[in-house]
């Protein structure tokens, strides 16, 4: 008995379409994918049946990294480099932040990461016991860290928040939730603070995610103060000793990146981000080729200013073609497994990204009635260069169903419309 069978429904998998499929998913995982007419015992005994005639399931898109409360400034502060973005608006307003205000902010990214198809998403911020809360109401799936900053007066009680988030909650409902520690960068993370977080990495058997690499004004400093790049750097503290998740890496050179690849550290590229805030484009074919692991973010909606996973993988497809001239820079099926199944790996997961038996039950129903999908040629080329995040009818995570028929679930939109409204009159003044 199955708790929940998806029917006529086209299916995509890595070996192509399949037309007019089910898929049967117990305990969170996919069990069968059949086709629709060899269901039919399974329609009698399923516990719930989700009719998806006229769309197509797809993986969940992973967002690997992110700091989802700060939805709240989103269209804020816009049309600044990094760091004048950080330190004349981001870091002055966020010093007014509290729990009530994280809350909100985490439900409104939720709230759209479901209705434009991510499923998972990487979290580095404050308040962090709070977003775990939201993460468990709302039944998306997370990786998250409390974002540290050695330059900060809380520094230490910030390693102690983050080692009460890992023990509280890593592993949660099946790894639905997971905890890394969040050193934010190298310009706020001196190297003795960064001794201790990488002393507390081994305390715990915890995992790093790091902002590195982002700027040119970042490398330039490390390199003036330490005679090597950031990620050299890093290696020789030690920081790449367990699972490591390195947001951006827009600046690397050859031989970061054959550190990279030698300690698996995987990466979270950032496309629009990156280009909104000018820091440049990340080398990501060359990362590739040399077997790094990279996924995608969206970064903060304040830096891009969207939650919208599938805009990421359409620039990730098209960005580098016009970097290097190429075509085949990042092909379709390349830029989305990196939205999927590279991402999930670079967070962790090993079984998630795909749609086959054994894997987690995150799904994703796209209509694909709109004129924009016709002819479907090539749905996946479709969802990479065509599709609109609009059209997600229907958001499933470890099997239970968050957003049916475009109506969320698990999150009261319009009491979230009206906090959201009242915390814009507060960062206001």
Known sequence: MSDLLITNVDVLTDEGVLKNHAIEIENGYITAILKDSEAIKAKD????????KGQLAAPGLVNTHTHIAMGLFRNYADDLELMEWLETAIWPTEAKLNDDYVRYGTQL?????LRTGTTTFSDMYFF?????????ETGIRSVLSRGLAGVSPTADQALVENADLFRTWNGFDNDRIKVLLGPHAPYTC???YMEKVISLSHELNCGIHMHLSETKGEVENVMKATGK??????HDLGLFWNTTLAAHCVHVTDEDM?????NNVAVAHNPQSNLKLASGIAPVPEMIGKGITVGLGTDGSASNNNADMLEEVRLAATL????????????AQAAWHMGTVEGAKALGYTDLGVLAKGYRADIVLYDVTSMHWMPRYNDLAALVYSANSSDVNTTIVGGKVLMKDKELLTIDEEKLRAEITKAQEYFSN
């Open 128 to 136: 962090m016991n709070t977003t775990a809360e939201v993460v468990k």
């Open 258 to 262: 054959a550190i990279m690849a030698e």
């Open 190 to 192: 001196p190297d003795a």
């Open 45 to 52: 005994t399923a516990k719930d049946v989700l009719d998806g």
């Open 229 to 234: 790049t950031p990620i050299a750097h890093m």
């Open 109 to 113: 990214g939720i709230a759209e990461m």
């Open 320 to 331: 580098h073609k016009a970097r290097l001239y190429d075509p085949k820079a990042i092909p």
